[in-house]
């Protein structure tokens, strides 16, 4: 009985108690040499970056993490490395509401283009968040602020030619 009254009694507790939040993540998948899932705390650890846009008028200062350096930190090819079937490769990322956009290898390594898109955390000095989400991608050299997504959540490398 005395069991019962405990087990009960530990059921109502439990509910009672809010549900720690997982903390937001971006997970890098696909062809790479080691999945990563990242949280904020990995970005804030790794080499930092800035970008300035400019939207209706509006200024807003991203910070973050270069999204070449992430991808160098799940083993994808970059510089000399991406050559021949590594080229006919895409980066798709993906969004928590299911907005989806690409990029090739190529236009994302600083050694084929001038364009470098940041995994941003940040903006204005504060942490992204909302309607946001906790990561975007800006893609600061685009005329259309299209591929700039918003609450990212994937990154899959996914090869064309095997």
């Known amino acids: 009985m005395y069991t019962r009254r405990s087990l009960v009694l530990g059921f109502l507790v439990a509910g009672l108690i809010p549900a720690q939040e997982a903390q937001p993540t971006i997970q890098?998948?696909?062809a790479?040499?080691?999945a990563l899932t990242?949280?904020?705390d990995d970005l804030a650890k790794?080499?930092?970056a800035s970008v300035r846009t400019t939207n209706n008028g509006m200024e807003t200062v991203y910070e973050g993490v270069w999204l070449h350096e992430?991808?160098?930190k799940a083993g994808v090819p970059q510089g000399s490395e991406l050559r021949g079937k590594a080229l006919a490769s895409y980066l798709l990322a993906q969004?928590?509401?299911g907005y989806q956009v690409v990029f090739s290898l190529g236009e994302i390594d600083p050694a084929f283009i001038?364009?470098?898109i940041l995994?941003?955390?940040t903006a204005n000095g504060k942490p992204l968040f909302g309607a946001q989400g906790r990561f975007r991608l800006v893609v600061p050299k685009d005329k259309a602020g299209a591929r700039s997504v918003r609450m990212l959540t994937k990154l899959e490398v996914v090869q064309l030619r095997k």
């Open 32 to 34: 790479v040499k080691q």
């Open 114 to 116: 001038d364009n470098e």
């Open 28 to 30: 890098v998948t696909g």
């Open 38 to 40: 990242l949280s904020a």
């Open 95 to 97: 969004a928590q509401d």
């Open 119 to 121: 995994l941003a955390d």
């Open 70 to 72: 992430v991808l160098m």
């Open 46 to 48: 790794m080499p930092r």
